[in-house]
C-alpha cells in the first residue's frame, strides 16, 4: 500500500524489521519519545493518516502494519503469538526509550495483551475502543460475521463491518470516506479476518489487568457499537492506574472520524512522558 501524501508529507518512511524470520512492517517518522501505534481489524495502518503527521511533530511515531496486513507477514491467529511477535519488534523499531503504546480496536487488545506479557516494554498506554473482553452477545457478533464471510466472502458483510465503523448518521454524511474504507476492509486478508474474529470471541483479559502497572488513558467513542462503552468502563475500572474520556459524537475509529478531537484527548496524556 502507498503513503498518502499527507504522511509522505510529514517525512514517513516504510521500515521493516525481522522478528524470528517473519517480517513485520510500519511507517516511521518524528523524533523524541517513541509511540507505536497498532490498528483496528476492520480499518488498516492508514486509518491513522489523518493524525499520525501531527503527532510525528512531537514524538516517534511508529504505524505499524498488524501480521498479514500491508507488508507485515502473518504470524497466526493466537493473539499472545502476535503479542510476542510486536515484543520483538518493538524492541527493534525502539531499542533505546520504552514506547508509548497506542491501539484501537483489536489493536487495542493487541497492545494491552503486549504490556501483559511483557511488562516492562512500555510506558503508557492508549486503548481506544477496545476492552478486556467481549459480552456473549460480542461473541456472537464475531462468530456471525466470520460464518457469514466465510459463506459469501468479505463483501457480503462490508456494510456491518461499516456500521461498526461509524455511526450511520456520520455515513451519510461521508460517503467518499466510507467508499475508501470499505475498499480497505475488502483488501483484509480473509485467514487474518477469520481467526481474529475466532481468537476476540474468546479472550478474556480481566484476570490479568491488576498486572498493568503503567498508566493509561482509555478512550471511547460514545456511538461505538464494535465495543460499546461499558466495555471501556469495565477495562477503567480493571487497571490500577487509568483514566477513561468518553468521546462525544463518536464512534469505534475516532482518529478517522474526529481526529481534532482524538489529539485534543490524548495530549496531555503523552505529552506526560516527555516531560517524566
Do not use: W
Not at 100 to 114: D, E, M, P, R, S
Amino acid at each position: 500500500m502507498q503513503t498518502s501524501d499527507n504522511m509522505q508529507r510529514a517525512g514517513f518512511k516504510d521500515v521493516n524489521v525481522s522478528v524470528n524470520g517473519k517480517r513485520l512492517s510500519a511507517r516511521v517518522a518524528g523524533s523524541g519519545v517513541p509511540m507505536v501505534l497498532f490498528h483496528s481489524l476492520l480499518a488498516d495502518q492508514s486509518s491513522f493518516d489523518l493524525v499520525a503527521p501531527v503527532l510525528a511533530k512531537t514524538h516517534k511515531v511508529i504505524v505499524l502494519n498488524l501480521p498479514g496486513f500491508g507488508g507485515s507477514d502473518f504470524v497466526g491467529s493466537r493473539l499472545e503469538n502476535i503479542a510476542d511477535h510486536f515484543a520483538g519488534g518493538i524492541a527493534a523499531f525502539a531499542p533505546r526509550q520504552r514506547p508509548i503504546l497506542l491501539g484501537n480496536g483489536y489493536g487495542g487488545f493487541i497492545a494491552l495483551l503486549t504490556v501483559i506479557r511483557h511488562p516492562n516494554i512500555a510506558s503508557r498506554l492508549v486503548l481506544t475502543d477496545s476492552g478486556a473482553a467481549f459480552s456473549e452477545p460480542g461473541r456472537a457478533a464475531f462468530r456471525g460475521m466470520s460464518a457469514a464471510a466465510r459463506e459469501k466472502g468479505l463483501g457480503a458483510i462490508a456494510d456491518v463491518a461499516m456500521r461498526r465503523l461509524f455511526a450511520p448518521e456520520f455515513q451519510q454524511r461521508n460517503p467518499a470516506l466510507i467508499e475508501e474504507r470499505k475498499k480497505s476492509f475488502l483488501a483484509v486478508d480473509p485467514q487474518v479476518f477469520h481467526g481474529a474474529c475466532d481468537a476476540l470471541a474468546t479472550l478474556d483479559l480481566r484476570p490479568q489487568l491488576s498486572s498493568v502497572k503503567v498508566p493509561a488513558l482509555i478512550l471511547v467513542g460514545e456511538q461505538d457499537e464494535a465495543t460499546p462503552p461499558p466495555m471501556s468502563h469495565e477495562l477503567c475500572a480493571g487497571l490500577p492506574d487509568a483514566k477513561l474520556h468518553l468521546l462525544a459524537g463518536c464512534a469505534h475509529v475516532p482518529q478517522l472520524q474526529a481526529p481534532g478531537v482524538f489529539l485534543d484527548a490524548i495530549r496531555g496524556f503523552i505529552d506526560e512522558e516527555k516531560a517524566a
